[in-house]
């Protein structure tokens, strides 16, 4: 296999056989920020702790609103110990919902339908907290933009059918999927991938970087651009007048004549 690209005999015939292998029925078309909270917690996880954890969180909310305000640490909690890179996809899901709060003033990506599709891309993608995996999904399932869902699992996997060299990376796989593959078999596509590799897990996982959440801890600042303190300049020292020098005959600088200070002769009897 070249080092310079990927395998493109190895990597059409995998997708000529997901295609054929994606289940007859499709599953329900999801509401757009419903499709998004899913997709956070689908991605480099199995169908089965996917909807378990899925019906735990959304269970215990009202609304997407409440789901936006409730403290990352405490979503993570809920999805337990063993979910995978369970701080890691809370700390996102709770970014991106908050960046969707800020543009939209609610809790609703309704107005994207009236976007161009390539525009829909663009505004997912540069979301606070977005994931490759999750824009892309959202794109595909609830726009219909032909969008290839990668995450770290289908990464690691069609390396290992030698589809792609070891370096790349999941945005360099998914520009090379979404050339390669026409766009009425995409979501064909998606389907048959998922159920491929729904019990599938690679040797090593890559460790997961730490996405910060305003609510787990305060941004920091870049050290390059924070501003430094101001520097106090030291007070500048007053200059002392001189003591008035003591003129010679008892007198002042000023000539007032100093006289001694009088004393009470003491009383009593003179012998």
């Not at 305000?69 to 110990?81: D, H, N, R, W």
């Not at 219909?144 to 796989?173: G, H, Y």
């Not at 030291?234 to 007198?251: L, N, R, T």
Request: proline share 9%.
């Amino acid at each position: 296999m070249s080092k310079s690209g990927p395998n493109l005999d190895a990597l059409n015939k995998i997708i000529k056989r997901l295609i054929k292998a994606a289940p007859a029925g499709h599953p329900e078309k999801l509401e757009p920020l419903a499709r998004l909270v899913r997709g956070f917690l689908e991605f480099d996880c199995d169908s089965g702790r996917l909807l378990s954890a899925e019906t735990r969180i959304m269970s215990s909310v009202v609304d997407f609103n409440e789901l936006r305000v409730t403290p990352a640490i405490e979503l993570a909690a809920s999805l337990g110990v063993r979910y995978p890179f369970a701080e890691a996809r809370c700390a996102m899901l709770h970014r991106t919902l908050q960046s969707i709060f800020d543009r939209e003033h609610q809790m609703s990506l309704d107005g994207l339908r009236a976007m161009k599709k390539a525009d829909i891309r663009k505004y997912l993608q540069t979301l606070a907290g977005m994931n490759s995996y999750v824009e892309a999904v959202v794109a595909l399932e609830c726009f219909d933009v032909s969008a290839a869902p990668v995450d770290t699992k289908l990464q690691l996997w069609l390396i290992s059918k030698e589809c792609f060299p070891p370096e790349t990376n999941i945005p360099e796989m998914q520009h090379v999927l979404e050339k390669h593959i026409r766009a009425g078999d995409m979501l064909k596509f998606h389907h048959g991938v998922r159920k491929e590799i729904d019990e599938w897990v690679p040797k090593v996982w890559p460790k997961a970087a730490k996405i910060p959440s305003p609510i787990l801890a305060p941004p920091t600042v870049n050290a390059s651009t924070a501003t430094p303190p101001a520097k106090v300049q030291p007070a500048e020292p007053q200059p002392v007048s001189p003591a008035p020098a003591k003129a010679s005959g008892g007198k002042s600088a000023a000539g007032t004549t100093k006289h001694p200070a009088k004393t009470k002769p003491h009383a009593g009897k003179s012998k």
